[in-house]
């Protein structure tokens, strides 16, 4: 079992900075593709970032490319997100999830773990 906690999340205004991180616990996440959902209210689940288990390949869809960083340790085993350029449409609950498949992961099914989840709220 993996267990993963989210922080980091809070209020920021429109053009501010957060870094989310992903605590593992239970298991090293390194033998883990790890990736960090958003659900806002009243929408679907998305899947912002991804990373493979070493972290040479990453994804992120296309709202948050070029403001949205993902990185790994996984020596500390965590998983972070660095977000600048903020815009309320970023605003939704983040959560990190881990997929047992070594590759990157862009389908929600293929992950097996997931967190609390950490609100962001960006205002205008």
């Known amino acids: 079992q993996v267990q993963l906690v989210e922080s980091g999340g809070g209020l920021v205004q429109a053009g501010g900075s957060l870094r989310l991180s992903c605590a593992a616990s239970g298991r090293t996440i390194g033998r883990y593709a790890m990736g960090w959902f958003r659900q806002a209210p009243g929408k679907e689940r998305e899947l912002v970032s991804a990373?493979?288990?070493?972290?040479?390949?990453?994804y992120y869809a296309d709202s948050v490319e070029g403001r949205f960083t993902i990185s790994r340790d996984n020596a500390k085993n965590t998983v972070n997100l660095q977000m600048n350029s903020l815009e309320p449409a970023d605003t939704a609950v983040y959560s990190c999830?881990?997929?047992?498949?070594?590759?990157?992961?862009?389908?929600?099914?293929?992950?097996?773990?997931w967190g609390q989840g950490t609100q962001v709220t960006v205002s205008s």
């Open positions: 990373i493979d288990w070493i972290g040479s390949n990453r």
């Open positions: 999830a881990a997929s047992s498949g070594l590759l990157l992961a862009t389908d929600a099914t293929h992950y097996d773990y």
